[in-house]
């Protein structure tokens, strides 16, 4: 097994469409030790059946967009594991109303969140969790086409995946020193509830499986597969990196 013993934190678990339970089933299959985390009773209540299935050792409350608690979690899996060998960062949010209109009209609360959720987010987990990770940890988030290309209706979410991506490039170089990787999956679309959200994508699906090399949409067992890769150490020289996993799409012209 490739991730035996290894120790993954997983934050963003959603519900079992979400990438993130795609990745988590997949590092389960090679062996890694779970847990979750989850953002008030409610979203704790469709985490704690998810943690149960999957056989994760422990739930905690993490909102990103709190400090304190984001130093809070990292306190509790110190407790609990003393190190952390992956973490995953499947994490973004953006105001439905900035994902219908037009990106122009994008309110300044409403890019200041979005930004702060789906990438800043990033830097200030491994920030708090950096005395955590171990040797030759990974880190890895999820990001979409849509930071590099126009995608109509993906607005100011395209811009926080594209900081998001810089963010991976600037936090590859930080932490390279103490051998921790940091890369982004770049998944092609997928019917998750977050991408349920951005009108744009309602009819791109046909259109992959019309012209995308591979002729067929991704699963969130395919973008596992890609971060049981990641955090494994057959990938122990990739750090900085955007892998795209999305059949070849993202390299078509027309």
């Known amino acids: 097994m490739l991730l035996q013993g290894k120790k993954a934190l997983i934050l963003g678990l959603a519900n079992n469409k979400s990438i993130a339970y795609g990745i988590a089933s997949l590092f389960k299959e090679q062996g890694a030790r779970l847990a979750f985390n989850y953002v008030g009773d409610a979203i704790k209540k469709r985490v ?30 110190a407790k609990e594991w003393g190190s952390v060998d992956i973490l995953v960062h499947s994490i973004a949010f953006a105001n439905r109303e ?65 900081a998001l991506e810089c963010s991976t490039r600037y936090l590859a170089y930080e932490l390279g020193e103490k051998g921790i990787r940091v890369n982004a999956i770049s998944a092609g679309p997928i019917k998750t509830l977050a991408a349920s959200a951005v009108s744009g994508l309602k009819n791109i699906f046909t259109r992959i499986e019309e012209a995308a090399p591979l002729r067929r949409n991704v699963t969130t067992q395919d973008v596992g597969g890609t971060a049981v890769f990641l955090a494994s150490d057959l990938s122990r020289a990739v750090t900085g990196e955007v892998i795209y996993v999305d059949s070849g799409y993202s390299h078509m012209g027309i």
């Open 48 to 77: 704690e059946p998810l943690n149960e299935e999957l056989g994760g050792e422990f739930i905690f409350p993490c909102d990103v967009c709190d400090d304190t608690q984001i130093s809070e979690a990292a306190n509790i899996v």
């Open 98 to 162: 900035d994902l219908t209109g037009r990106f122009i009209d994008t309110s300044r609360d409403g890019f200041q969140l979005a930004l702060g959720v789906s990438a800043y987010s990033l830097a200030a987990l491994c920030r708090s969790f950096e005395p955590l990770l171990a040797p030759g940890a990974s880190v890895m988030c999820m990001t979409y086409h849509g930071s590099t290309k126009i995608v109509p209706g993906y607005n100011v979410m395209g811009v926080a995946k594209a």
